[in-house]
């Protein structure tokens, strides 16, 4: 491109200008073809000095024919095809409509006979409550009527025994003493009829069974799944019931003011009894589980340097060494990729086959957890703090001398998929300055507690007889994809199922050992550790 010695910048030629952008008041009359741009006579000494140049009507034929060409092409094919978009489109536009009125109607219909069928199976039960209610009427007035009368033959009998003794002849005596030796008959109370009626807290569930399925998809904006013969769970939510093996519930979102409204998520149902998909033992034992995207799973036990990639049955893939003992893994849910934290305050990634340094640590950690905005949690005693990948701290629960601090001994941390919310396994030792009753403590992304569970039941749920009664003790715990917490019980060999909020769900599953690790893969298996030797893979969810 031309650059004059004299210019601080580069001219540009505005559409149509005729005169030159260099040499004030000359035609434009010549074509650089070097540049690219059109000049004038005195270009040829400065500007566009020693340019192959040609003489401007010396183009114009190939313009004419470079004009020629679009206009065919735009008005025989690009234009043509245009018009069948927008006819297409125009189709379009009336089948949706016409689309969705359909389903409207169908829906009203269908709804009026939910109503209708509602209505006639709430008159036939109150009509056989009615029914119900005069039979045993009956029964309790003949019953009433009987007893008034043995009432009334017992008073006879009590007032001929005293005349007879006052002033009775042997003869009478005789005779009353006899008669009281029949004694009448006391009427037999009668069988009512019983009945009863528990009213489900929130058909919710049903309702959308009984309406139908329906499957959405929203393509070129945010998807949003309906599942009316699914159940809804997640973090933060009003609950409500089912039956007695399942539980409905719909996710909502947090606010900066702590506030939950109501958002779309995935929805799932809850089986009403765990698969067990496979199982097999790891001779080296398991600690601590992180399954990958892909069906398998790494895994660590305490203080080994080693870290084992299995697949589905146990069979060892790929091992990663490091130089000392590795404490707890974490995956990251952006990248994929395992972090670790180590004896020696080290917090490190697995960057293609190998463990690459990130930052170091003064005190030492006792859990790891790597968070969708990429931050590094890692539990400590008496503090929860959080580190970007390169180490700067952003934030930490460390207590003051005038409140106890938020967590005591942390031994696993998991993030919420749905909420960001965090939940931390705290063993709460006495050693650390705690009262010795281990807890799950679930926080907000500023580290503030939402609240605490500690191994209670649901008042109406009845457990397994298996089932064992030691003080609870979480092992491991970690989110699944709608929101909910599964929680490993170690002291009662049993894996939890919590909602987002607190809210006792089922027992998953009960084993002879100990839990020792959880973790939830993307299809939502369960992955869970038994007396750190065994493994099984669990289906909890439909």
């Not at 650059?3 to 035609?27: A, I």
């Not at 590795?326 to 020696?344: A, F, G, Y």
């Not at 749920?461 to 019980?489: A, H, K, R, T, W």
Request: hydrophobic letters at 30%; a neutral charge; proline letters at 5%.
């Amino acid at each position: 491109m031309a650059t004059p010695e004299y210019k601080g910048q580069l001219p540009s030629r505005t559409k149509g200008q005729t005169t030159c952008m260099y040499h004030k008041g000359r035609k434009l009359d010549i074509y650089c073809e070097e540049c690219q741009e059109l000049a004038c006579t005195k270009c040829l000494s400065t500007v566009h000095k020693k340019h192959p140049l040609c003489d401007l009507s010396e183009i114009t034929p190939k313009k004419n024919q470079d004009i020629q060409n679009f206009i065919y092409k735009t008005e025989k094919v690009d234009l043509v095809q245009i018009d069948k978009y927008i006819t297409a489109t125009d189709t379009r536009l009336k089948d949706n409509v016409s689309h969705f009125e359909n389903l409207s109607e169908q829906l009203k219909i269908q709804t009026k006979k939910i109503i209708q069928d509602l209505n006639q199976l709430s008159a036939q039960t109150l009509c056989l409550y009615q029914q119900m209610e005069e039979d045993n009427t009956k029964l309790l007035q003949t019953y009433k009527h009987d007893l008034e009368m043995y009432s009334t033959q017992l008073k006879q009998q009590v007032q001929e025994c005293k005349i007879a003794l006052q002033r009775g002849s042997d003869i009478q005596i005789y005779d009353t003493g006899f008669d009281i030796q029949s004694p009448v008959t006391l009427p037999v109370k009668p069988t009512l009829g019983t009945a009863s009626f528990t009213p489900n807290r929130n058909p919710k569930g049903h309702l959308k069974q009984a309406l139908g399925k329906m499957d959405t998809s929203s393509k070129g904006q945010r998807q949003v799944p309906f599942r009316p013969d699914h159940v809804f769970s997640g973090p933060g939510y009003s609950s409500t019931q089912r039956s007695s093996e399942q539980k409905v519930w719909r996710p909502s979102s947090q606010q900066s003011s702590g506030e939950r409204n109501d958002v779309s998520s995935p929805v799932y149902s809850l089986l009403p009894q765990t698969k067990v998909l496979g199982e097999w033992e790891y001779p080296s034992g398991i600690s601590s589980i992180c399954p990958t995207t892909d069906g398998q799973v790494w895994s660590s036990d305490f203080d080994r340097k080693t870290l084992p990639l299995l697949d589905r049955k146990g069979k060892v893939i790929q091992e990663v060494e490091n130089n000392t003992g590795i404490k707890d893994i974490s995956m990251s849910p952006t990248t994929n990729t395992l972090w670790v934290c180590d004896n020696e305050n080290n917090i490190r990634e697995l960057v293609s086959g190998r463990l690459v340094h990130r930052f170091s640590t003064r005190e030492f950690p006792l859990c790891i957890c790597i968070t969708a905005n990429n931050h590094v949690i890692l539990g400590m005693v008496n503090k929860i703090s959080k580190f970007t990948t390169n180490g700067k701290l952003v934030l930490t629960t460390s207590p003051t001398r005038t409140w106890k601090p938020l967590v005591c001994t942390p031994n696993r941390i998991s993030e919420c998929p749905v909420t960001q919310n965090v939940a931390v396994a705290d063993s709460d030792s006495e050693h650390h300055g705690g009262e010795g009753q281990s807890h799950v403590v679930v926080m907000d992304t500023d580290c503030k507690e939402l609240f605490v569970y500690c191994g209670e039941y649901r008042h109406t749920y009845q457990p397994p007889s298996q089932s064992g009664s030691e003080p609870f003790n979480p092992s491991g715990v970690v989110y699944d994809s709608v929101g909910n917490l599964v929680i490993g019980d170690r002291n009662n060999n049993r894996i939890l199922l919590i909602s987002g909020r607190g809210e006792f769900l089922k027992i998953i599953h009960t084993d002879d050992i100990f839990t020792s690790a959880v973790g939830v893969d993307k299809k939502g298996v369960l992955w869970a550790a038994f007396g750190i030797f065994y493994v099984k893979l669990l289906q909890y969810l439909h």
